[in-house]
């Protein structure tokens, strides 16, 4: 016997897929500026998951803080400071410009 | 060659070990979550007691020995039931403010900054929603007893404003009218303050009347009579401010946005005033 | 039986995001990358304490409807009881609106922190960082 499911909850493991496909692209994404673009992507996802929760005062907190703030004070720290990630050190050494020849 | 392989080699196993140990965690503690009987798959039916007591509890008008005058369930446990918590919440975020200033320690401030921004559209946009959003900032926090919203809220709202304006009309629209960290850091102290100020009055007014006051009290109780109203009379007309829910929400609404503009003010500066303010070089 | 499925679906999920940002943090190599997994960690927490609150049926928000500043009508314990069975638990949201606060004003100080740390040393990478500091100490 298939019972129905509501329209709600459908919506609701809609969104937690997107937000879990987005956090695994955040993980292995090496140039900084697209994994803060991927993080904001994934915060969306859970606005709109409090949304079909029943929680508007979250949703007011969430929207300001999550996909503003975070997103913005990421990006000021990438402009101070470098914006590429180097998964092997020998990569990061040579970027550097150490000779690396043994 | 040899000693980065096999450096890398040992990250490699590092890296294994704490994946498996992060699953392991996991699936430890959710299965022990699930089997114990506090989430069940789909969710319970109806609402636990605690949850149905506050439901019942905090606009209930033929029992008014346990209200707290307001509809919104959200605000009135965060300033009235478990007003400590937040006020030293608020505490913590003050803390934090604080150690980010360490950044520009020693900036004197007063440079020529002239406002260079984006284009010319992006500037004209930018100062017509300059207008309305703290005004829907404000009122955010003006209904907090009432409708969705609160301190935290409005001041969050306020502050996405402020980051449009550095972005779009460049860091010099603040300092040409004189937004300094002091005035800044006063403001939050000042919001701060207000609240310490409301959370401590009841307690004094009861102690000069021998009565027993409490931290954080909002309304009348038979073992502590003393309260800050729930209606004010204006012309007739009868307004429902929640005893002291209104004017903390204000007070938070002033901390949290002033906390905020002065972090990313200090944020946006550039790198050399933040490399002298920093006092790394000596 | 759909119902349960999508329900197992939701809460696994939750826990495989929590498990990934775990992983993240402890090893990828630059500090920027670990600020973002903190990020996503604290929210993943907040989104998890909010969806335990939830209770089947109708769901509603734990706000009592039609009450504004000039309209307040004398509410009794009839029409407080219809509101009980149908709002959602209002506890966990309580929680989460601190928590979301303190987990920016807690990013904000750490962020910070990174910033001076590029000043001091030139690079982000934790592996360089300790090479730094073996080539300093010597």
Redesign the interface.
Known sequence: MIEQASLCTLLLALFMTYAIILTYKTLTETNLVKAIIYSAGQAIAYTLALVLLAAPDLVLAYVAVGVGMYTVLFLFVVSRTENHEYESLEEALKAMGVDVDE | MSKSKARENRDITKEIIVAIFASLLIIVFASAILFSGAIAIPPQPTNRPLASFYLRTTYNWEFKWLWSSSPEVVTSILWDHRGIDTVYETGVFFFAIIGALMLIRNYKGGSKYKAVGMSIIARSVTKITLVSIPVIALSIALHGHLTPGGGFQGGSVFAVSTLLVIIALGLGFFIERGWTKHRLLGLHTLGIMIIGFIALSLPIIGFFRSYCGYIMQNQWKPWSPLGLGYVFNLFGIEILYSGSLLFLNLAGFLAVSAGLTLAFIALALPKEDIRKGGGLDD | ????I??????A????????????M?????I??K???L??LS??A??MA????????T??????PG????N?P????AE??I???E?????P??L???A???G??????L??I???L???YG???V??IELRREWDSV
């Open positions: 039986m759909i119902n349960e999508l329900w197992s679906y939701i809460y999920s939750v826990i495989a995001i929590i498990a990934i940002t775990i992983y993240g402890a090893s990828r190599p630059h920027t990358k600020l973002i997994m990020s996503i929210d993943t907040c989104l909010v969806l335990i609150g939830v209770h089947s049926g769901i509603k928000p734990p706000v009592f009450i504004s500043f000039t307040h004398q509410v009794g314990t407080l009881d509101f009980s069975y709002a959602v638990d209002p506890i949201q309580v989460v609106v601190t979301i606060v303190i920016l004003a807690v990013l904000l100080f962020s910070y990174a910033i001076l590029y000043q001091k690079t982000l990478d592996r360089l």
